[in-house]
T-cell receptor, first 116, second 113 residues
Framework: AQKITQTQPGMFVQEKEAVTLDCTYD???????LFWYKQPSSGEMIFLIY??????QNATEGRYSLNFQKARKSANLVISASQLGDSAMYFC?????????????FGSGTQLTVLP | DAGVTQSPTHLIKTRGQQVTLRCSPK?????VSWYQQALGQGPQFIFQ???????QRGNFPDRFSGHQFPNYSSELNVNALLLGDSALYLC????????????FGSGTRLTVV
């Protein structure tokens, strides 16, 4: 069974500093995708970054980078130069094949608060 | 380019009633998945529709059912509502069985009283 673990229920970071949000996963599949989503209080899931299981280089998207360590089954999100608008809930998720479909499994999330 | 549209945004229902939630996928997407997100938790997969058929189902009872229409839009129906069904219901669309490219709507917040 696929499982995503986020061990940090809440994190605080000073504005303009970098922060790392932890994510570990468990799967026996060889082909899977790892995602990070941001969910503000409005509820919408906003896509941040994606890493494929066969990608050798870590993914980057602007201020977001994914520290992918396949052997350790970890996919940590690094946010550089934090902004007040980064305060939100962050979810790590994994896509995998299930029967004739692909589905996402989510972690329990990390609430990030950026302090001025 | 319109993203995923969900309606209604908020809904209050009484225990035992039935509810229908609606989702229009992003333009170019043909696959719709539904997720339930209880307060303080991550979303849980309910089911996925492609070519108007339910392709996979998560660990949800038969009270949860769905439908996909020829224009790829989808409905989620929940019968005999329980207090525990109170949650944010998220719709996500994608293209075929892509391992990437999921787009989520803003969700429908259902409160069962």
């Amino acid at each position: 069974a696929q499982k995503i673990t986020q061990t940090q229920p809440g994190m605080f970071v000073q504005e303009k500093e970098a922060v790392t949000l932890d994510c570990t996963y468990d799967t026996s599949d060889q082909s899977y995708g790892l995602f990070w989503y941001k969910q503000p209080s409005s509820g919408e899931m906003i896509f941040l970054i994606y890493q494929g299981s066969y990608d050798e280089q870590n993914a980057t998207e602007g201020r977001y980078s994914l520290n992918f360590q396949k052997a350790r089954k970890s996919a940590n999100l690094v946010i550089s130069a934090s902004q007040l608008g980064d305060s939100a809930m962050y979810f790590c998720a994994m896509s995998f094949s299930s029967g004739s479909a692909r589905q996402l499994t989510f972690g329990s999330g990390t609430q990030l608060t950026v302090l001025p | 380019d319109a993203g995923v549209t969900q309606s209604p945004t908020h809904l209050i229902k009484t225990r035992g009633q039935q509810v229908t939630l609606r989702c229009s996928p992003k333009s170019g997407h043909d696959t719709v998945s539904w997720y339930q997100q209880a307060l303080g938790q991550g979303p849980q997969f309910i089911f996925q529709y492609y070519e108007e058929e339910e392709r996979q189902r998560g660990n949800f009872p038969d009270r949860f059912s769905g439908h996909q229409f020829p224009n790829y839009s989808s409905e989620l129906n929940v019968n005999a509502l329980l207090l525990g069904d109170s949650a944010l219901y998220l719709c996500a669309s994608s293209y075929r069985f892509s391992n990437y490219g999921y787009t989520f709507g803003s969700g429908t917040r259902l409160t069962v009283v």
